[in-house]
């Protein structure tokens, strides 16, 4: 089973700086099948980004993905108020399965 | 609207059972694959369960494996029918569409709370 490892557990940024959030796999993952979510306070999973690099419908062009392999990264340009949250990032094993990583917690510096 | 909306949560003894429910609109769920994920109290998610749009396909994670079972109506609903209940069982659960090509969930509910305690 492929286990995905987010770093760092938590960023303390200040709006208007960049985030840079990282998801490590334990063996490679095929682009195609690496996706990230936003989890805010007492609300569900939204995804943001599928297929490693492609926006999902809504989303606004500040958040972009990129990576291959074992490492993918979520960048979150000029931070606004509303993305204070956690980020998972999501694989498709096969099988079938999926796993997410533990998360990353982006908290008001 | 397109949405998902689960019930069925609750307060639940080690070993009882529950059905949880998820009612979904504004799109063609009879030809959707659906999944179940579930949170634990202050803990990241876990995937549990999915079914393919005919119900000729599911499956589900090795630590409910034998205890839950995945089943839809032809119409607009999905169900999780939980069997054996663990303390460790307690979470959230979200229902979410499953898409089928590349495999993510593009659309989740807000979940419905179930607490397994004696």
């Known amino acids: 089973e492929v286990v995905l490892t987010q770093s760092p557990g938590t960023l303390s940024l200040s709006p208007g700086e960049s985030a840079t959030l990282s998801c490590r796999a334990s063996?490679?993952?095929?682009?195609?099948?690496l996706a990230w979510y936003q989890q805010s306070p007492g609300q569900a999973p939204r995804l943001l980004i599928y297929g490693s690099t492609s926006r999902a419908t809504g989303i606004p062009d500040r958040f972009s993905g990129s990576g291959s392999g074992t490492d993918f990264t979520l960048t979150i340009s000029k931070l606004e108020p509303e993305d204070f949250a956690v980020y998972y990032c999501?694989?498709?094993?096969?099988?079938?399965?999926?796993?997410f990583g533990q998360g990353t917690k982006v908290e008001i510096k | 609207q397109v949405q998902l909306v689960e019930s069925g949560g609750g307060l639940v003894k080690p070993g009882g059972s529950l059905r949880l429910s998820c009612a979904a609109s504004?799109?063609?769920?009879?030809?959707?694959?659906m999944s179940w994920i579930r949170q634990a109290p202050g803990k990241g998610l876990e995937w549990v369960s999915y079914?393919?749009?005919?119900?000729?396909?599911t499956d589900y994670a090795d630590s409910v494996k034998g205890r839950f079972t995945i089943s839809r109506d032809n119409v607009d609903t999905l169900y999780l029918q939980m069997n054996s209940l663990r303390a460790e069982d307690t979470a959230v659960y979200y229902c979410a569409r499953l898409e089928r090509e590349v495999w993510y969930f593009d659309l989740w509910g807000r979940g419905t709370l179930v607490t397994v305690s004696s």
């Open positions: 063996q490679s993952v095929s682009s195609s099948y």
């Open positions: 999501q694989q498709y094993g096969g099988s079938p399965t999926w796993t």
């Open positions: 079914i393919s749009a005919r119900s000729t396909y």
């Open positions: 504004g799109f063609m769920f009879r030809n959707s694959y």
